[in-house]
């Protein structure tokens, strides 16, 4: 399969796992074209919410940190329609494990009707690129079947269950790509984007 070269790496870090109940709070992405980035855009998202310890652990983010930020006026709405803008516009965008995490959370950010949802989740998953499931497909030799999408091919290798760990830092690790103790949005995006070319551009 051939992967394109201008795409969007993007991540969120939020307040907890569910995108039904939880949200996004910090937002990075890159515009990559032909290999290089060409843009790079970090914004905190001030939903006004607590983040639970547990949450801010992880990722070290605070509301005090996102009420104290230049970002905490903007609508974050507005924020994740600049995102948008960057995907709608490229070959393909990237995510690691983003097929039932960030995907969820981006489409839940917007009070959009169920009538237009479907078609606008239906045309992101289209060419979407989970970097997350091909390590895993790799590693439990789960080849993507001739009559299978991406995304489909994404969502059974994700769903299937098996020992193999395939988060970040062991995809990162399994390439030779350094990893940091960080686990901010912009960390994971540059992490994600060496991965891709790794293993999807042989870069």
């Known amino acids: 399969m051939t992967y394109p070269k201008n795409i969007v790496v993007w991540d969120f870090e939020t307040t907890g796992l569910d995108p039904f109940v939880h949200k996004p709070i910090e ?6 074209k032909d290999g290089c980035v060409i ?7 001030n939903y006004h919410v607590d983040i639970p310890e547990k949450a801010a652990a992880i990722h070290g983010i605070t509301r005090q940190m996102i009420e104290g930020s230049e ?12 995102l948008l803008e960057d995907i709608n516009a490229s070959e393909a965008h990237v995510t690691h494990n983003g097929t039932y995490f ?14 237009l949802r479907k078609p606008m989740e239906a045309a992101m998953r289209a060419n979407h690129v989970d970097t997350a499931a091909i390590f895993k497909g790799r590693g439990i030799r789960a080849a993507k079947r001739p009559e299978e999408t ?13 020992t193999f760990k395939f988060n970040l830092r062991a995809a990162c690790e399994a390439h030779g790509i350094p990893v940091g103790n960080t686990h901010r949005a912009m960390d994971d995006v540059m992490l994600t984007h060496a991965l891709y070319s790794k293993m999807c551009l042989k870069v």
């Open 27 to 32: 937002a990075a992405w890159v515009v990559v």
């Open 39 to 45: 843009k790079a855009r970090r914004y905190f998202l």
């Open 71 to 82: 970002d905490a006026s903007s609508d974050p709405k507005v924020i994740l329609g600049l």
């Open 102 to 115: 960030d995907l969820l959370f981006l489409l839940n950010a917007f009070d959009t009707p169920d009538d």
């Open 150 to 162: 991406l995304e489909a091919y994404s969502r059974r290798v994700l769903k299937t269950h098996h």
